[in-house]
């Protein structure tokens, strides 16, 4: 069983910078491949960003390359999302999630865990 925890949410202004972390519990942490995810109102959730459980295999949407950087410390089992440049679209709630999948995957249905979420809100 694994059980994760989010924070660093909050309210920014268009421009600013936020970091998100993600707490986990559980064994095996360092084993699994970690996602970011987020949901806006009225909107489906959507793939964020992607890491592999040694760090070397990383994936972004799109819509966040160049402005979002995903890392972990597995000796701390934290993943980590560093949200720079951000937009008034990047307001959502941020779920942390992880995945019992031997790969890096985008699709939600590929992970197991979810955390309750941290509300990020980008002011324009």
């Known amino acids: 069983q694994v059980q994760l925890v989010e924070s660093g949410g909050g309210l920014v202004q268009a421009g600013g910078s936020l970091r998100l972390s993600c707490a986990a519990s559980g064994r095996f942490f360092s084993s699994y491949p970690m996602g970011w995810f987020r949901q806006a109102p009225g909107k489906e959730r959507e793939f964020v960003a992607a890491i592999s459980w040694s760090g070397d295999t990383i994936k972004y949407a799109d819509s966040v390359k160049g402005r979002f950087t995903i890392s972990r410390d597995n000796a701390e089992n934290t993943v980590f999302l560093q949200m720079n440049s951000l937009k008034p679209e990047d307001t959502a709630v941020y779920y942390c999630?992880?995945?019992?999948?031997?790969?890096?995957?985008?699709?939600?249905?590929?992970?197991?865990?979810w955390g309750q979420g941290t509300q990020v809100t980008v002011s324009s």
């Open positions: 999630a992880a995945s019992m999948q031997a790969y890096v995957r985008e699709e939600r249905l590929q992970y197991d865990y």
